[in-house]
């Protein structure tokens, strides 16, 4: 099995992360954005919507999306579960996993793709070109300051974001929180304490290093 990814990879980084909690040995391989590596006829044969992360099985199934990626995962390798093992957790998980996702992970990715200049006509990615909208780069920066608002009133009631457990919500919304300090200069603001307590728990563990 391999990871075609990017170091720099804020969704790649979701998936190293999962692969690190559970101790999987998985073959990276990096595409290099930067020189567009992404579009090449050979990566494209991998993933035509030219994204990273994949993951390529020994069979050659090629799977792109990060939580379909996760998913395959956990379910070939279900010691350290992540994504919940009774119905109620899965359901539990996956709900505060697509928010982290909508609410923070990607109004975070929408600020940068809006506003950095070297992503001209790339406001998002695949295989299309769509311009920069300007008004989406503030936009973006209220709904990341709104989640950090929401996920603190969460964290002030649960220790983790799904509830008692770390699980995949947690690797969400630290790639969230992270992507959104270093690429919009939006740290966890001061008042925001549960949000804090959590992410130096959650930053701390070995896999954050992914
Ligand atoms: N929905 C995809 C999104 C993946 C994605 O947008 N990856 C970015 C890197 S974080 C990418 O490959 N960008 C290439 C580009 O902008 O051309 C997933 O869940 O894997």
């Known amino acids: 099995m391999k990871l075609y990814h990017s170091n720099g990879s804020p969704h790649a980084r979701r998936v190293r992360i999962l692969i690190a909690e559970k101790g999987l040995d998985i073959e990276l391989i990096p595409v290099d954005l930067g020189a567009k590596e992404q579009f090449s006829p050979a990566y494209r044969a991998i993933n035509p919507r030219a994204v990273v992360p994949t993951l390529v099985l020994d069979d050659g199934t090629a799977i792109g999306e990060v939580p379909a990626i996760q998913r395959y995962l956990e379910e070939a390798f279900p010691e350290r579960p992540l994504l919940g093992t009774t ?4 359901a539990v998980i996956t709900m505060w996993d697509r928010r982290a996702e909508q609410e923070g992970f990607l ?104």
């Open 87 to 90: 119905t109620k957790e899965k």
């Open 107 to 210: 109004p975070a990715i929408e600020a940068v793709r809006n506003a950095v200049a070297g992503l001209k006509g790339r406001a998002l990615s695949g295989p299309h070109a769509y311009d920069q909208i300007p008004e989406l780069v503030e936009r973006g920066r209220l709904r990341v300051a709104n989640f950090y608002r929401d996920f603190d009133a969460r964290l002030r009631e649960a220790p983790f974001v799904a509830g008692d457990r770390y699980s995949v919500a947690d690797i969400t919304a630290l790639a969230a929180v992270d992507f959104a300090a270093k690429a919009l200069d939006l740290p966890i603001p001061p008042e925001a304490i549960a949000l804090k307590r959590w992410h130096d728990a959650v930053a701390a563990r070995p896999s954050a290093q992914a």
